[in-house]
Every structure is written in structure tokens, then in C-alpha cells.
């Protein structure tokens, strides 16, 4: 692997590329340039780095199916387009890093659209950690003239939701931060209208995956009535989990918590993910439009060109 990609690997998991996109745009960049930079003589070679590449890439955090789905996209353009040499294989590449990053500009503009759309004028957002999806409708909502406010959390342990205020004070937001355990408290006191949470992973059952909080958030918003949107891309979609498969869920450095040494015989744990289930979900905003979970296998299938298999049975 060249250096620049181990730096890339690095960053990833040191988070310092974080949200979900932004590590399968990144990956997707970082998969092309290894194989811009490559030495080797023969397709297969260059294919057999690559994978390599992508093992890696792909290892950097484990939930996170668009990741995943990115680099396999990848792969399944190389096995269509059949290149006869390193020099096609190369441009295949460059190719199709511009098609993908054009089509997930596409995807966040129609989900800004639509999320935007769903969100009253002069109404209250609450949000969690910080999801450039859910940045992109809030920004959308200002070019409307909404008016919106926001609430976020500070999403402990790395302070994620600080990323989202600066981003949103900056798009002319009006924004307040409270502590992750305060959610529950603003929902009511400060008239939340509306819980928008970006997505890490979505199953075949329509649970959601996304940061530490989020459940507690959803469970909240359930028992208060408030409506709890999850800002999609298709992509956050894990096949894995049409077979069975649960999602893993990462468990990072406890140091980011706490220094354990400091009170010896401490333990500490640090899960960076958790599952919001379909019931607590009012809906997912996809970039082809606002589904209840239950129809998100619908829409991967349409989006893929998929016949689902279901609508054969009789
Ligand atoms: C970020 C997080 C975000 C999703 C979606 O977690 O949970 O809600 O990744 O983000 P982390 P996006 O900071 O650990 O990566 O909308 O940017 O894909």
C-alpha cells in the first residue's frame, strides 16, 4: 500500500475523517490512487493489490456498510468493464471515482430536498452527532427562509456535535448545545418538533445503526410523540443483513472516555454505535424520497435495478 493511503487508513480511524460518506468518498478516492500509483505489470496483479487495499480500507471502521458498499462498487465497475491492460484499468478508475462522487452530490442534494420539505418553518430540530447529510437539509432549510432552530448535543466522548454547531452557526442557524443526557429534557422543554439523525447502517429490517445516544434519543422522542427521521443515502443499506448478519458494532480506545489509570481496577467501555429499531422510527429520508423503514428494502431495490425476490413467491 503507498504511503499516502496508510495515511489515509490512519486518519479514518483516528476519525479524523468522520460521517459516514466522508469515509466512502474518501475510501473510494484513496482505493484509485493506489491504483494510479501502482507498479505492477499485469490487471490481475493490479486487482489482487487492490483487494488487499480495500481489506484495509474497509477494516478502518467496522459499521459502516457504505464503506463497504462503495469499494464494492468499485469492483463490480472492473469486472463489467473487463480491462485488457493497467493503463484501462487505471482509467476505469479515474472514471468511476468521478461517477460515484457526482452521484453522491446528486444524492445529498435530493435528500437536503426532501428533508427540508418535511421540516416546519420556524420550528425545533433536535440532532445528535454530527451527520453531513443532516448538516445538508438544515443548510437547505436556511436557503428557504425556514427559520429553524437546532438543538444539538455535544455527542460524547469525541464532541462530534460541536462539528455540527460550528457548521450550522456558520450557515446562520439558530443553535443551542446541550450535554447528550439533557436530549430528553429539551425535547419538551424547548418544544422539539421534529429528531433528524444521520445513518451509519440501516438492515433488511429497517433498524438503524448510528452514533452512541441515538436510541435513547429515538426512545424519548417515542414516548413524547415527536416525530424521529433518520437522513439516509441508499448506500447505508447492509446487504450482510438480508442473510442474518447483525451488524458489528465498533468498540473504540477507552482512553477516549476516561484515563483508567487514573482509578485503578476501573474498566471502562467504549461502543461507538447503537441500534434505534424500525418501530422507534418515524421515517428515513432516502434520496428517492421518505420511506417508513419497512420500505427501505423496496427503495435498494429500485435503486440497484433489482427484481425483489419476494415478488415472486406466490
Ligand atoms: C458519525 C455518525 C453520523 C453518520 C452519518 O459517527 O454517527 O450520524 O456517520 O453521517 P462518527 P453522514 O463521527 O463516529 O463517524 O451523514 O456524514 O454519512
Excluded at 60 to 83: D, G, V
Excluded at 131 to 151: C, F, N, P, W, Y
Excluded at 270 to 296: C, H, R, S, W
Aim: net charge negative.
Amino acid at each position: 500500500m503507498i504511503p499516502e493511503v496508510e495515511k489515509i487508513c490512519n486518519d479514518i480511524r483516528a476519525m479524523r475523517i468522520q460521517g459516514a460518506r466522508e469515509v466512502a468518498k474518501t475510501a473510494f478516492r484513496a482505493l484509485n490512487m493506489e491504483a494510479q500509483a501502482t507498479e505492477a505489470v499485469h490487471t490481475q496483479e493490479l486487482l489482487s493489490d487492490l483487494l488487499e487495499t480495500a481489506d484495509e480500507l474497509a477494516s478502518t471502521r467496522p459499521t459502516e456498510p457504505m464503506l463497504r458498499n462503495s469499494l464494492r462498487y468499485a469492483f463490480s465497475q472492473i469486472k463489467k468493464n473487463k480491462p485488457s491492460d493497467i493503463i484501462e484499468f487505471k482509467e476505469i478508475m479515474a472514471h468511476e471515482e468521478k461517477v460515484f462522487l457526482k452521484n453522491l452530490d446528486l444524492s445529498i442534494s435530493a435528500i437536503a430536498e426532501y428533508g427540508a420539505k418535511e421540516i416546519r418553518p420556524g420550528s425545533t430540530v433536535l440532532v445528535h452527532c454530527h451527520s453531513h447529510t443532516v448538516v445538508a437539509i438544515l443548510r437547505r432549510t436556511q436557503e428557504l427562509d425556514k427559520d429553524v432552530r437546532v438543538i444539538c448535543t455535544e455527542t460524547r466522548p469525541r464532541y462530534q456535535g460541536r462539528i455540527t454547531a460550528r457548521e450550522l452557526v456558520e450557515a446562520g442557524l439558530d443553535v443551542t448545545m446541550v450535554v447528550d443526557s439533557a436530549a430528553r429534557l429539551m425535547l419538551e422543554q424547548e418544544k422539539v418538533e421534529t429528531v433528524l439523525v444521520g445513518a451509519d447502517a440501516v438492515t433488511s429490517r429497517g433498524d438503524l445503526f448510528n452514533k452512541i445516544g441515538t436510541s435513547m434519543i429515538a426512545l424519548s422522542a417515542y414516548e413524547t410523540q415527536i416525530p424521529f427521521y433518520s437522513a439516509a443515502e441508499l448506500y447505508k443499506f447492509d446487504p450482510a443483513t438480508l442473510w442474518g448478519q447483525m451488524e458489528k458494532i465498533e468498540e473504540r480506545d477507552p482512553a477516549e472516555v476516561f484515563n483508567a489509570n487514573e482509578i485503578p481496577g476501573l474498566k471502562i467501555r467504549n461502543p461507538a454505535f447503537d441500534v434505534t429499531l424500525a418501530k422507534y422510527i418515524t421515517a428515513y429520508i432516502t434520496e428517492m424520497g421518505i420511506v417508513p423503514p419497512q420500505g427501505v428494502i423496496s427503495m435498494v431495490y429500485n435503486k440497484m435495478g433489482i427484481e425483489n425476490p419476494m415478488n415472486n413467491k406466490r
